[in-house]
C-alpha cells in the first residue's frame, strides 16, 4: 500500500536556526512529490514538485531534495512568518490523480 | 485572479441532514478533487473528477456525493449517512490527472454537525 510519513511531527526552532523536515514515502512508481504550505484554518499552498532522484528546488529560505526513499525540506535561517505546517504528499502510477498526504509537520519558529 | 473558491468557510448543521459544500474554479483546470482533513490526519480523497460528467469514488466515498455539471463546479454534499461528517473539506482542483500536476486547493470549508 502506497504511504507517505513525515517526521518530525512537530518542530520548534529560534529564529536563524536551520534545520530540516523529512518525508520518506512507498508511493509505487513515484511520478512526483509535492510539498504544500499550510497556515491554521486555511487551504495548502502548493510549493514545490520534485520528478526524480537527486531533483532540488528553492524557493527563498526552502530547499526540496528527493532520493529514491524520501525526501526533505530544509529550512534555512527561518524566520517566525515560517510557521506553518508543511504537507507532504506523492503521486504514483494509479492514474487517478490522487496524492498520498504524510500527516505533516508543525513548524513553530520563535523570534 | 485565478483561483478556487469555497462556501461558506463555516457551516452547522443538525445530525440528520443533508448539506452541500459548494467548489468553483475559474483556473480552467479539467480535474477537480474533494480532500478531508481530520486533526492528526493526512488529506483523505472523497472524490475526485476528470472532465465534466464523469466523476470518480476516492478512498473514503461513503456518505458523500458529487455533481460535475460544470467544469468550474464540483459541489460535494454530505450526507445523513456520513457517520462522522465534522471536519475541514478541501477542494482542489489540476489541469488532468495522468500527469503529475500540482492541485491547487481551495479555502476549505470547515463542517460542524452537532
Known amino acids: 500500500e502506497d504511504q507517505v510519513t513525515q517526521s518530525p511531527e512537530a518542530l520548534r526552532l529560534q529564529e536563524g536556526e536551520s534545520s530540516s523536515l523529512n518525508c520518506s514515502y512507498t508511493?509505487?512508481?513515484?511520478?512526483?512529490l509535492f510539498w504544500y504550505r499550510q497556515d491554521p484554518g486555511k487551504g495548502p499552498e502548493f510549493l514545490f514538485t520534485?520528478?526524480?532522484a537527486g531533483e532540488e528546488k528553492e524557493k527563498e529560505r526552502l530547499k526540496a531534495t528527493l532520493t529514491k526513499k524520501e525526501s526533505f525540506l530544509h529550512i534555512t535561517a527561518p524566520k517566525p512568518e515560517d510557521s506553518a505546517t508543511y504537507l507532504c504528499?506523492?503521486?504514483?502510477?494509479?492514474?487517478?490523480?490522487?496524492?498520498?498526504f504524510g500527516q505533516g509537520t508543525t513548524l513553530q519558529v520563535k523570534p | 485572479d485565478g483561483g478556487i473558491t469555497q462556501s461558506p468557510k463555516y457551516l452547522f448543521r443538525k445530525e440528520g441532514q443533508n448539506v452541500t459544500l459548494s467548489c468553483e474554479q475559474n483556473?480552467?483546470?479539467?480535474?477537480m478533487y474533494w480532500y478531508r482533513q481530520d486533526p492528526g490526519q493526512g488529506l483523505r480523497l472523497i472524490y475526485y473528477?476528470?472532465?465534466?460528467?464523469?466523476?470518480q469514488k476516492g478512498d473514503i466515498a461513503e456518505g458523500y456525493s458529487v455533481s460535475r455539471e460544470k467544469k468550474e463546479s464540483f459541489p460535494l454534499t454530505v450526507t445523513s449517512a456520513q457517520k462522522n461528517p465534522t471536519a475541514f473539506y478541501l477542494c482542489?482542483?489540476?489541469?488532468?490527472?495522468?500527469?503529475?500536476?500540482?492541485?491547487?486547493f481551495g479555502p476549505g470549508t470547515r463542517l460542524t454537525v452537532t
Open positions: 482542489a482542483s489540476s489541469p488532468g490527472i495522468r500527469v503529475a500536476y500540482e492541485q491547487y
Open positions: 508511493v509505487s512508481g513515484l511520478r512526483g
Open positions: 520534485l520528478y526524480s
Open positions: 504528499a506523492g503521486y504514483g502510477s494509479s492514474n487517478t490523480g490522487k496524492l498520498i
Open positions: 483556473l480552467n483546470h479539467d480535474a
Open positions: 473528477s476528470q472532465i465534466v460528467n464523469d466523476f
